[in-house]
Nanobody, 126 residues
Framework: QLQIVESGGGLVQPGGSLRLSCASS????????VGWFRQAPGKGREAVST????????AYADSVRGRFTISRDYAKNTVFLQMNSLKPEDTGIYYC???????????????????WGEGTPVTVSS
């Protein structure tokens, strides 16, 4: 069982930035593709961004493209999600998940990931 721990969430004003971290001992090698997902209050879980096992391919939801950046650091066992120009509609619980398949079609990633973290809350509000 792969253990995944997210961190970095918090309260930020509109237009601000946050960097989320997703750590796992399994991220030291090119074994897992990783994705970030979010769930707003009263809504279903949606895929935000994915990165492939080698870190050479990424995909983004239309709603975050150009504002969010996913990256991975194998030495630190961590995948990051840099979130800039945050909007109130970005509010939600952000989850990190991993699996052996990379989903370039991001809408397919939510049901395909095998291991999930507990989530970290992000609130964008003035």
């Amino acid at each position: 069982q792969l253990q995944i721990v997210e961190s970095g969430g918090g309260l930020v004003q509109p237009g601000g930035s946050l960097r989320l971290s997703c750590a796992s001992s399994g991220f030291t090698s090119e074994t897992y593709a990783v994705g970030w997902f979010r769930q707003a209050p009263g809504k279903g879980r949606e895929a935000v961004s994915t990165i492939n096992r080698s870190g050479t391919k990424t995909a983004y939801a239309d709603s975050v493209r150009g504002r969010f950046t996913i990256s991975r650091d194998y030495a630190k066992n961590t995948v990051f999600l840099q979130m800039n120009s945050l909007k109130p509609e970005d509010t939600g619980i952000y989850y990190c998940a991993a699996g052996t398949t990379y989903y370039a079609e991001i809408t397919a990633a939510t049901s395909g990931m095998e291991y999930w973290g507990e989530g970290t809350p992000v609130t964008v509000s003035s």
